[in-house]
């Protein structure tokens, strides 16, 4: 009969083993030796439903947005209590916590974050009001995309705000050299692997990250490509593992049971899209960029810093558009749809969903592979 590190045997296995060390202690070794096993037997008994109560308690934790509360549940589930603060409907980038969120967080004993904007200026503030709570950055080390032109971005938050996302961005990213070739690399899952490693040196680059005008900031939806979200699985795992022992076996088994699944993900999504490389979409808001850099598409905003077009820009992308015979206007649901629907108007084009926060993270990529197809064949049957 096999024993893995999780099962009740081998928990009530641990539990006599200190109950036997204990006793040795207290009455020595050949005193020990000669105690029957069954006494032994019946403190294990005593001890165990505490122990196993203990054990059976589902770990709390705190994610930002429901892709990753996704990936959390496939990889611990009922042994996790998952905490999103983002709802559906929401955005990320305007997002504050609710005064019972907050209150919620200042016992959560982990938050998994993945560097979407509120996190920049909440986390620190959650922090302080609950010193206990393990934050660990999924993010950190990922070659970093940023907004670039036609993807220009703010996010509207007020001056302070403004001041402590700009301090946070100076400190965090080290790869602003690469960014002018990130659509020649479409570096693949070991390569992200090689940015951990240069991590360490983040804060020197990010002073210089300052003085670079022309990066832009940074873009938040790092898990919209599936190479990078297997890097996430990989270190939620880790921390899951390590918070969980009990049940480390089993989180293992999910987590190569979910990375198998993204790679096949991964795989099927390149062969759909294939035909289309290098290929143009029109989008409201630029969340889709880490995906159409790993599938060698090119998308373009309709939003300019955060917010509608003027009369002008959109009478740009109009044009742009009909030169480009676009059939097909991409938006999500947490932003607002009044100019792209203007535009599709104008163009006599459909309006189609890209939704960056999904919960269920598999079926929204497939839904994006295909709505992304679907525009294509329009545009090419037009």
């Known amino acids: 009969m096999s ?3 999780g099962s009740p045997l081998a928990s009530r296995q641990v539990l006599c083993e200190k109950l036997l060390s204990r006793v040795q202690r207290t009455l020595g070794p050949r005193a020990a030796r000669v105690l029957p ?12 439903p505490a122990a196993h109560a203990q054990d059976s308690a589902p770990l709390h934790v705190a994610v930002s947005v429901p892709p990753i509360a996704w990936m959390v549940d496939q990889l611990a589930g009922e042994h996790v209590e998952i905490t999103t603060l983002v709802k ?8 504050d916590p609710t005064p019972r969120q907050v209150a919620e967080l200042s016992t959560v004993p982990l938050y998994l974050a993945i560097g979407v904007p509120f996190e920049q200026v909440w986390l620190p503030r959650l922090v302080k009001n609950n010193a206990e709570m393990q934050v660990v950055h999924l993010e950190e080390g990922l070659n970093t995309r940023h907004f670039g032109s036609g993807e220009a971005h703010d996010h509207g938050h007020d001056e302070a705000h ?8 100076d400190g965090d990213h080290d790869d602003r050299d690469e960014y002018d070739e990130h659509h020649d690399e479409h570096a693949d899952h070991e390569a992200h692997e090689e940015h951990h490693d240069e991590h360490a040196d ?4 990010g002073a210089q990250h300052g003085e670079d005008e022309d990066l832009g900031e940074a873009d938040p939806h790092l898990w919209l490509d599936p190479q990078r979200m297997q890097t996430v699985v990989e270190r939620a795992a880790e921390v899951l593992e390590a918070r969980l022992p009990q049940h480390a076996g089993e989180i293992d088994a999910n987590e190569q049971r979910l990375l198998k699944t993204l790679s096949e993900l991964d795989a099927q999504i390149a062969q759909t899209l294939a035909p289309y490389k290098g290929r143009n979409f029109l989008i409201f808001h630029p969340s889709f960029g880490y995906f159409a850099d790993r599938y060698s598409l090119e998308q373009h905003a309709i939003e300019v810093s955060g917010r509608e077009p003027t009369p002008r820009e959109m009478a740009t992308l109009i044009t ?6 676009i059939g097909t206007i991409f938006v999500s649901g947490q932003f607002s749809q009044t100019a792209a629907k203007r535009i599709a108007s104008s163009l006599e084009a459909e309006v189609a969903v890209l939704d960056p926060l999904a919960e269920d993270y598999l079926d929204n990529l497939k839904h994006a592979t295909e709505a992304l197809k679907a525009g294509f064949e329009l545009t090419d049957s037009q």
């Not at 559906?88 to 997002?95: E, V």
């Not at 983040?202 to 680059?205: A, D, I, M, N």
């Not at 742009?320 to 015979?325: G, P, T, V």
């Open 162 to 169: 403004a001041h402590e996302q700009d301090a946070h961005h």
């Open 37 to 48: 096993l069954s006494v032994l037997g019946v403190l294990a008994a005593f001890a165990t």
């Open 202 to 205: 983040h804060q020197e680059h």
């Open 3 to 5: 024993m893995h590190a």
């Open 88 to 95: 559906p409907g929401d955005s990320p980038h305007a997002y």
């Open 320 to 325: 742009r558009a009909k030169d480009e015979n």
